[in-house]
């Protein structure tokens, strides 16, 4: 657990691929017994959540009403107080996908295979909408991000998200369906021959108000995948 900023009312960490933010399992770690443990608390606010193969940002509240302030904050999306970006390897399997655009699409779940799905059945699902832009990696790059060396017939891409909604797998899932999908997801994305690693997505920027101070909060992480280009 990297922990790159800490007071009285919050603590900013950064989540290793793996562990879950809050895991049901008995006898399993997860982020918010540990945080628990390490501060001496019985209390910890999770304000937002990653999947548990995904690595990356994620701010906890230590009080109640700074979680509750932090809460408040990414309800309102519209103010556009509270940010996250992600960073991701995707392989390309459509031609001609936009360099930029936006992701909008009705997501639904099924919370017995812990699966999301897109549907187009009036009435059913929640709307689900992200931003994004994506470059196409050279082959050396590609080595250094999946330690994977190109076939010839994949093309890889670094992709940067900007969530405007925050749905179950939503980033996983829409890139999948849009020709995007993820290097190591393997719910939703590809596994190119010979890769070993973990899933290539991770929350990589974060920011939102300090509940008490009211001052801006900025955090950046480099993702493992990403830190040998």
């Not at 628990?36 to 009403?65: A, C, E, N, S």
């Not at 994949?154 to 369906?177: M, N, P, W, Y």
């Not at 992480?221 to 280009?229: G, I």
């Amino acid at each position: 657990m990297d922990i790159l900023y800490e007071d009285d009312d919050i603590i900013v960490v950064c989540k290793p691929s793996g562990i879950a933010v809050q895991s049901g399992r008995v006898g399993e770690s997860d982020m918010a017994s540990e945080l628990k443990k390490y501060l001496k608390t019985d209390y910890i606010g999770i304000v937002h959540r990653l999947d548990q193969p995904v690595q990356g940002l994620l701010v906890f509240g230590k009080t109640k009403p700074a979680s509750a302030s932090l809460s408040a904050q990414l309800r309102d999306s519209k103010a556009g107080v509270f940010n996250k970006r992600y960073d991701a390897i995707s392989v390309l399997k459509k031609e001609n996908i936009p360099k930029s655009g936006r992701l909008r699409d009705m997501i639904d779940t099924d919370r017995t295979h812990n699966l999301s799905f897109i549907t187009d059945k009036p009435g059913e699902g929640k709307e689900a909408v992200l931003e994004y832009t994506m470059n196409e990696l050279s082959d050396d790059a590609c080595r250094a991000c999946t330690d994977t060396k190109p076939d010839g017939r994949d093309v890889f891409a670094h992709v940067k998200i900007d969530l405007v909604t925050g749905r179950r797998h939503q980033i996983r899932l829409q890139l999948s369906h849009a020709g995007m999908p993820i290097v190591g997801d393997r719910k939703y994305g590809v596994m190119p021959e010979g890769y070993k690693g973990s899933i290539c997505l991770a929350a990589t920027e974060l920011t939102f108000r300090h509940p008490s101070l009211d001052e801006k909060m900025c955090f950046e992480a480099n993702p493992s995948f990403l830190k040998e280009r």
